[in-house]
């Protein structure tokens, strides 16, 4: 298994907008994609308190270009995307990495 | 929960050292002080291929305040440590932050 971990950077004042978003539409719309998070936390105490960190989980790269393209390409999140971004961008900057369990992992 | 996000830069080559380490005496006195892991990972593709990655479990940051500071002061963690430097150091620098899971995390 490979684990994606995503680090959204979000506009001042924009981490309740993503929030709602995620819960409300992409996950949605993942379900229907296929694609499994493991995992989602906001900052309590870190670099930034506009930040949300996610994980992503995948059985191999191969599967992740191909349902994450198919996600992109979805018409419905460009369209619901659109939307929530009608009064500006929610998102600054993402960061993103790829990520092996070891052997002792309690996430395999 | 809080998790805790700890991130290992090793110093160059210790990578091995550091998951020995933890696989054959860290984890083992954690269960002694029931500190909780949510995972371990090493990099894929990201930022650092020296860099472990993990996550720790806590219920609160008094428990975390408790149970770290005994596990710092565990004689049997201090010279299992130091047998596992004496060639030199094993982690250059490590970054932790604290944070919260959201309402619809799959990891609570």
């Given at each position: 298994m490979i684990?994606?971990?995503?680090?959204?950077?979000?506009?001042?004042?924009?981490?309740?907008?993503?929030?709602k978003r995620f819960d409300e539409i992409t996950l949605k719309i993942w379900e229907r994609h296929g694609i499994k998070?493991?995992?989602?936390?906001?900052?309590?105490?870190?670099?930034?308190?506009?930040?949300?960190?996610?994980?992503?989980?995948?059985?191999?790269?191969?599967?992740?270009?191909?349902?994450?393209?198919?996600?992109?390409?979805?018409?419905?999140?460009?369209?619901?995307r659109a939307e929530t971004e009608k009064a500006g961008p929610i998102n600054a900057r993402v960061e993103n990495s790829f990520l092996v369990p070891t052997s002792f992992s309690s996430v395999k | 929960?809080?998790?805790?996000?700890?991130?290992?830069?090793?110093?160059?080559?210790?990578?091995?050292?550091?998951?020995?380490?933890?696989?054959?005496?860290?984890?083992?006195?954690?269960?002694?002080?029931?500190?909780?892991?949510?995972?371990?990972?090493?990099?894929l593709v990201g930022p650092g291929n020296n860099d472990l990655t993990y996550f720790l479990k806590w219920e609160s940051l008094a428990e975390r305040e408790a149970k770290m500071a005994k596990f710092g002061a565990d004689p049997d963690w201090q010279s299992a440590r130091a047998k596992t430097e004496?060639?030199?150091?094993?982690?250059?620098?490590?970054?932790?932050?604290?944070?919260?899971?959201?309402s619809f995390s799959s990891a609570k």
């Open positions: 684990y994606e971990l995503r680090v959204y950077h979000t506009m001042p004042g924009k981490l309740p907008a993503l929030l998070q493991a995992g989602f936390w906001t900052t309590l105490v870190g670099d930034s308190n506009a930040d949300l960190t996610y994980m992503l989980q995948w059985e191999s790269l191969a599967e992740r270009e191909k349902k994450w393209d198919a996600f992109q390409a979805d018409p419905e999140w460009h369209a619901k | 929960m809080i998790y805790e996000l700890r991130v290992y830069h090793c110093v160059p080559g210790k990578l091995p050292d550091l998951i020995k380490r933890f696989d054959t005496i860290t984890l083992k006195l954690w269960e002694k002080h029931a500190i909780h892991q949510a995972g371990f990972w090493t990099t004496e060639a030199g150091p094993i982690v250059a620098s490590i970054t932790n932050s604290f944070l919260t899971p959201t």
